[in-house]
Each structure stands twice: as C-alpha cells, then as structure tokens.
C-alpha cells in the first residue's frame, strides 16, 4: 500500500505539472520540468534535487540559503538543514504528520551528510542499487506519515509494512482484483527501466531497442488507462 | 510528397503516432480477449433501456437482483399473456420513494390493470441499500452517457474495465476457475449462471451487510404507506419472497432483523396480497440468485399463481 501511495502521489503530482507544462507550451510558455525521476536516487540529496523541483527550488533559495545553506559549519549545516525541512512540513499543513514527514527527510539528510553512508555503500559492487532501494524504503516510512490521518494510524501502517505475517492472505487477491498490482509492477518496471538504463556504464539495449521499449510501455500505459480506471477523485496535491 | 508517402513517414518516425499504434492494437486485442462473452442485448443497452422506461406496462416487477434474475416478463407472458410485462428491479436495490415513484411512473397510465409486483428482500429494506445501489447509479448517469450506452451499448462493453488476469484467462480459457453467464434481455430480465455453481459464494458478502445494517422500520413503514397509496389508485399491488438457497433464508432470518409475518400482516393490512411462493424448490448458481433455466420455471409458475390471484379477485368484483 506504501508503494502504491509513493507512485500515486508521484504520477498524481508529476502527471499534473506535466499536463501543465504541456498546456503552457502550447500557449507559447516553456515551463521547466517538475520531477526527474526522483525514485531512482541514490541518496537523499539526490533525491530532493528531481522531487518538486518549483518548490524544492524555492525553499532552498529563499529559506535554506539565506539561513547558510552548506556553506555553514559544523552543526549550522545540520541546523539549516532541519529548519527547512520543518518549514517545509508545515507549508503542506499545520499538522503533526507533515511535521514529522519533515522532521524524517531533515534526519535523513543529516545522516547521510554526518556519515556519508550513500557515498561509502556506492562504492561497492552492487551499491549503487542497494542506495536506491534503502532510499526508496526510508521514503516510503516518510509516505507513511504523510499519508496518515493521525500517529496511530501511521505506527499501524508501518507495523504492517514490517511484519509480513501480519497480512491478511485475501489482501493480495484483492489487489490483483482491482488492477492495483498491474499498473504498480508497470510503473515500478518502467523505474527499474529507467535506472538501469540511466546508471549502467555498458547499455543493455542498442538505441532503436530501447526506443521499442519505451514506445511499448507508453502503449501499455495507454491500455491500462482504458481498461483500468480508478475511480475519478481529483488531483491528490490539490490540497497544498 | 504523395499523401500516401506523408502517412507512411509520419508512421515512421513519429513517435506518438507509434505509440497510439500499439496502444491501439493492444486496447483491441485485450478487448478482444475478455473471457465472458454477455449474450442478448448489450449489457450497456440494458441497463440504460430500463433506467428510462416509462409508461410502458402493465405490470412491473421491482426489487433487487434477486428480483431481475428470477422473474422473466418473457416467461410469464407464456402463462399471462394479456399483460405487458417489465423488469425494473436493479442490484442492491431498497424501495426508497424516489424508485418508487420511479416504478409506477414505468405502469402505462392507459392501462386497464396496472400491476405492481414487489419483490422483498430484506436487503431490499435497508437504509442503507437506498443510498448506494444499482438504480441510483444508472439514474446519475448524464444525459450523455444515457444516450451513449442506449445507442453504442456493444461499443460501450469493449470498453467496459477489465484486468490482465481476464485477458490472461480469455487467452487460455482452460485457466479459468469458474464460468460467468449473463444474458440480458429487453423486458429487464437477466438470465445468469456461474459454473460451478456455490451456493454459499454469496452468504459472507450478505452476511457483512447485514451487520453493517439491519432492515429498517421505517423504510418498511414507509413502502407499507406507498403501497396503500398505489392501493388508493387503484393499481394492484403484490408481493414476494424470492426464491434462493436455504443457507441465505437461514442467515438472512437469523440476522437482518426481517420479521416476514409481520411484515406480511401489515402488507395486506395496506391493501396489498402477498404471494407465498415456494422459496427453495429452484436452483441457486450462488445462494442468493436463480441459475437461468430455473428462473424459467419460477416465473412460469410465479405467473400461474398470480393469474390465478387476479381471476379469483376479477370473479369477487
């Protein structure tokens, strides 16, 4: 369900500001891309840096740098770092669960920036990817708090998320029932797609192949539109 | 550039236009691929035939799907034949006042002995049931949709939600755990089968309901008053219990608050007969809704005992 309100809110969001861009474009306004495939990040840096890219921007030009920015030492870094990511909790509502969505991505920045982790695993064999799933994980635990009406229903969530023998054995069935596994293995296959593509120094595929590729999958989608819609709600980032 | 060599370059190198190429051949081909073909009109066509019938009958039968699957206007014409006969029961109907204003607008106002036949569920008495159900569904549909549906029902179908579990199961039917029948037909009935049959498929969803929400009083009180009223203008009210599977009258007695003799006290009290045809004689594909050759034979004899109700009530007048 975490991974499905990851791609919802992405697609959601993401698919909006491209319907604008589009829009725009035919008025004659060249608007800049909004998200760049921010799911294959393999840290968190790297993944603030393609997520909302108008808003991310914003913060850190009016909130981030005039605080300091990176150019702090020591622990203003670490300060700065957290007083934007608070503020940027609150600007999505004057809720605790946006709070600590906030709070979560600030720990992770810091982290990463203290220890370097991402940097360290990066090096091994294979490390590059096991970044990008632990920083997809982490993301989704911060989902989930986005995503919560209240604590507890995020602590239950996550319980849930963690504890595969929790699961009631119909919720699979029920997901493949409403197409909800379908489209999420399409959309998680086109990012594993995308990153393997984007990160592999030898392509796998010649030009024209992954040409086919990415024609066959924009169809897929196109089917899937047709033949499993959702029910119409309207955009979830409307809210904010 | 000849018009033909312009198509084949924009073919060729126009990446939308291959992408909604394949898209094309692939929304064809799934749509192709759906596994349970529907038989008889357009399911589409139906539904949108039967949201705007008016002024059409002279006897309608209401209810919820248990009421359009077991009762065949067709079938009952064979015993009745002098009455025109529609199906205007919808899934997970409730006699709420807005359908039942609705069914007698479907009664001719010509007619010489407009009839309403009320199937009774206790599903069909909850309140719940009134605020979500397949009549307000169809009756929320703009006009354009109507229209669409009425006249591009088979169109309308292709396109009707499906999975790839269905298209893998239309491609290799062997896979299929179980075969779904329905076959819609112009007077609102639904003939329908599943193989194999399971006659408790529908008692846990039935269950669920019924403690989610009982059957409400005053949605009874209020179809007891509409029925007099309908008594008051001289349209001949009668009533049902349709048939299903021992196991659902079990449950549904046990736990959705219906009290029938009571309920049939009060109906007749209100000017309406009720008709104590025979509950679990006739095969059920899920517990709740008749398999099709045995809607036949209901509605057959579910005639029979309704003609026979009205020439006794004729000779008395």
Redesign the interface.
């Known amino acids: 369900m975490a991974i499905m309100f990851a791609y919802q809110i992405y697609c959601d969001f993401s698919g909006y500001s491209d319907i604008v861009r589009g829009l725009g474009r035919w008025m004659g306004y060249r608007f800049p891309v909004n998200f760049d495939h921010p799911y294959i990040a393999s840290s968190f840096r790297d993944f603030w840096q393609p997520w909302h890219i108008s808003l991310s921007t914003w913060f850190r030009d009016y909130v981030y740098i005039p605080l300091g920015g990176g150019r702090a030492t020591g622990w203003k870094v670490h300060r700065n770092l957290w007083i934007t990511f608070l503020v940027s909790g609150l600007w999505h509502g004057e809720a605790w669960n946006f709070l600590i969505w906030g709070s979560l991505h600030a720990f992770y920045l810091s982290l990463e920036r203290w220890t370097g982790w991402t940097e360290k695993l990066e090096r091994l064999k294979g490390g590059r990817h096991l970044c990008v799933l632990f920083v997809f994980v982490l993301t989704l635990i911060g989902w989930v708090f986005f995503r919560s009406e209240n604590l507890g229903q995020a602590l239950a969530i996550l319980g849930q998320m963690f504890n595969p023998l929790q699961r009631h054995p119909n919720v699979i069935n029920s997901l493949?029932?409403k197409?909800a596994v379908?489209v999420l293995l399409l959309i998680v296959a086109r990012q594993v797609f995308f990153h393997f593509r984007m990160n592999e120094s030898k392509p796998w595929l010649t030009p024209r192949q992954e040409?086919w590729m990415?024609?066959?999958i924009?169809?897929?989608m196109?089917?899937m539109c047709?033949?499993?819609?959702g029910p119409a709600n309207t955009f979830i980032y409307f809210q904010f | 550039m000849s018009q033909r060599n312009a198509i084949v370059k924009l073919i060729r190198d126009d990446?939308t236009v291959?992408?909604?190429l394949?898209?094309l051949?692939?929304?064809f081909g799934?749509?192709m691929l759906r596994p349970e073909k529907q038989q008889g009109i357009a399911m589409s066509h139906f539904w949108s035939l039967k949201i705007q019938a008016q002024n059409c009958a002279d006897m309608v039968l209401a209810g919820d799907s248990r009421t359009f699957c077991s009762l065949s206007p067709a079938a009952m014409n064979q015993v009745c034949p002098d009455y025109r006969i529609f199906n205007y029961a919808f899934g997970g109907n409730a006699y709420a006042s807005l359908y039942c204003r609705r069914l007698e607008s479907v009664l001719d106002e010509n007619s010489t002995c407009p009839t309403i036949v009320l199937g009774i569920t206790p599903n069909s008495l909850r309140t719940e049931a009134t605020q979500r159900n397949g009549f307000l569904e169809y009756l929320g549909h703009s006009s354009q949709e109507k229209w669409i549906r009425y006249h591009f029902g088979h169109v309308h179908d292709f396109?009707e939600?499906?999975?790839?579990?269905d298209a893998w199961e239309g491609l290799f039917p062997q896979s299929r755990t179980f075969h779904e029948y329905r076959e819609y037909h112009a007077d609102g009935w639904v003939g329908a089968n599943i193989e194999p049959p399971s006659v408790k498929r529908q008692l846990w969803r039935y269950r669920r309901r019924f403690e989610k929400s009982r059957v409400s009083c005053d949605l009874a009180d209020a179809l007891l008053s509409q029925v007099g009223q309908w008594v008051e203008k001289e349209i001949r009210v009668y009533a049902f219990r349709p048939p299903a599977s021992g196991e659902m009258f079990e449950l549904e007695d046990a736990i959705s608050g219906f009290d029938e003799a009571d309920f049939v006290k009060r109906f007749e009290a209100a000017g309406g007969q009720w008709l104590s045809a025979p509950r679990t004689d006739y095969a059920s594909y899920d517990g709740s809704h008749l398999r099709q050759d045995e809607a036949v034979r209901f509605s057959r004899e579910f005639a029979s005992m309704l003609q026979s109700l009205i020439t006794k009530a004729a000779q008395r007048n």
């Open positions: 493949i029932d197409n379908n040409q990415e024609l066959v924009t169809a897929v196109i089917l047709v033949y499993m819609p | 990446r291959q992408a909604l394949i898209a051949v692939l929304v799934m749509g396109f939600p499906m999975s790839f579990r």
